[in-house]
């Protein structure tokens, strides 16, 4: 018996490669450019030797609501642009699941777009289960 | 250490960690966390939550162009993402409930498997029973293998055991933030019967999701710290091209020896961190 083909069409593999590519160069480039306003900011990271501790420390978290996300990037302060671009990271594989299940779904390939809707509904509840832990 | 050197610093450490761990084939994570604690004073939890920011990306990059090629087995990926992901959602929800030096001993643990498993004496498969449920899914599969210049076909089998062992791998990936790899690819070539470029490829494919759904967890927690995890996203990541790009000469056996050696001393040190 021959094997079946291990994925779906080239246009698949073009569509997944392509999400995770760009997903990870624009959320890098953001967490760069935050990391540079930071530098430079008032109220950012600062020069001292004393800065380091407040920064790598458990203080060092960051306000984890949207609000406080919105208003930092009206600001471009630099903290909050590179949550912006973690997220963004974060969404990138994300992406990918969602992207698999328009793909099966289009290959009418009812087994795996529940295998890959499960996967995601497990990743939107892993948000949730942060926020409340 | 001002920001700025603390920055700079870890920019550095990140990018050798990355371009260590492609060249011997594991992820950056593995060194990344012990580098953090050990080197730079960070608290263990925040280590492991920004290294596993940084296991995305350099994930979600390699799995990229593994895709491309073709080599990725995605049906099976698919399957076994499920169970990563149960598992690295429940090792980092019980993560913020372990002591840290309990999160410093297991660590150790891994280390010293890693390091293990990197000199073992190459495995021989298994022989594969038929997989009912490799065939009701269709995880068979088949890819053109260029160092052989022909077209590889295989059989999928002990479905179940892969799945049992993915989520053995999602919550040491939840729990370490690392990839999980180790455990991943052993099982799928020596007992699922797969060829060991599409186990890489599958596993690696599975890491960028896995990762995703532990990083949610801590970030939404508060663990992973802008001011870190910045660098060691971009360090690991370029590191890890660079890694790439040399791999063709470079896969020399005094790599790897030096490399279980920095395995073993990270081990002995997170020990010494867990039981002090």
């Known amino acids: ?133 | 250490m001002t920001p700025l050197v603390f920055t700079l610093v870890t920019l550095g450490i990140s990018y050798v960690a990355g371009l260590l761990g492609s060249l011997v084939g594991v992820g950056g994570g593995i060194i990344v966390v012990p580098a953090l604690t050990l080197l730079m004073g960070v608290g263990i939890q925040n280590a492991i939550a920004c290294s596993i920011v940084s296991v995305i990306a350099t994930s979600s990059g390699a799995a990229a162009s593994y895709v491309g090629e073709r080599i990725t087995n995605m049906r099976l990926g698919m399957v076994l993402e499920v169970a990563t992901v149960i598992g690295a959602i429940t090792g980092a929800c019980v993560a913020a409930r372990v002591p840290g030096r309990g999160l410093f001993l297991l660590f150790a643990i891994v280390l010293a498997f890693t390091a293990w498993w990197m000199l073992r004496p190459r495995g021989v498969a298994a022989d594969a029973p038929a997989d009912p449920m490799a065939d009701r899914l269709r995880l068979h599969g088949s890819f053109y293998d260029r160092s052989l210049g022909r077209e590889v076909a295989y059989r999928v089998s002990r479905t179940r055991l892969g799945l049992a062992v993915s989520l053995v791998a999602g919550v040491a990936s939840g729990l370490l933030g690392i990839g999980g790899g180790v455990f991943k690819v052993p099982v799928m070539n020596l007992a699922m019967g797969i060829p060991i470029k599409a186990c890489t490829a599958t596993s690696n494919f599975m890491i960028g999701v896995t990762a995703a759904a532990s990083a949610a967890v801590y970030l939404m927690r508060g663990d992973v710290l802008p001011f870190v995890a910045a660098p060691v996203a971009i360090g690991v990541l370029f590191g890890a091209r660079t890694g790439a790009g040399l791999l063709g000469g470079m896969k020399s056996r005094s790599i790897r020896i030096a490399f279980v050696a920095v395995l073993a001393l990270s081990a002995v040190q997170m020990f010494m961190k867990g039981i002090r």
């Not at chain 1, 919105?70 to 471009?76: I, W």
């Open chain 1, 1 to 133: 018996m021959r094997a079946a083909p291990a994925g779906p069409v080239p246009r698949t593999e073009a569509a997944i490669g392509g999400v995770l590519r760009i997903g990870v160069a624009v959320s890098l480039l953001v967490i760069a450019a935050g990391t540079l306003l930071s530098f430079v900011q008032d109220g950012g990271y600062g020069t001292l030797a004393s800065d380091v501790p407040r920064l790598a420390g458990p203080g060092g978290a960051f306000p984890r609501t949207g609000s406080w996300l919105l208003a930092g990037l009206k600001d471009l302060n630099g903290q909050a642009v590179i949550v912006a671009g973690l997220l963004l990271l974060i969404a990138t594989p994300v992406m990918r699941v969602a992207v698999s299940i328009v793909v099966f779904g289009r290959e009418r390939d009812r087994a795996y777009m529940a295998i890959a809707s499960a996967v995601l509904m497990l990743l939107l509840l892993s948000f949730a289960l942060g926020k409340s832990g």
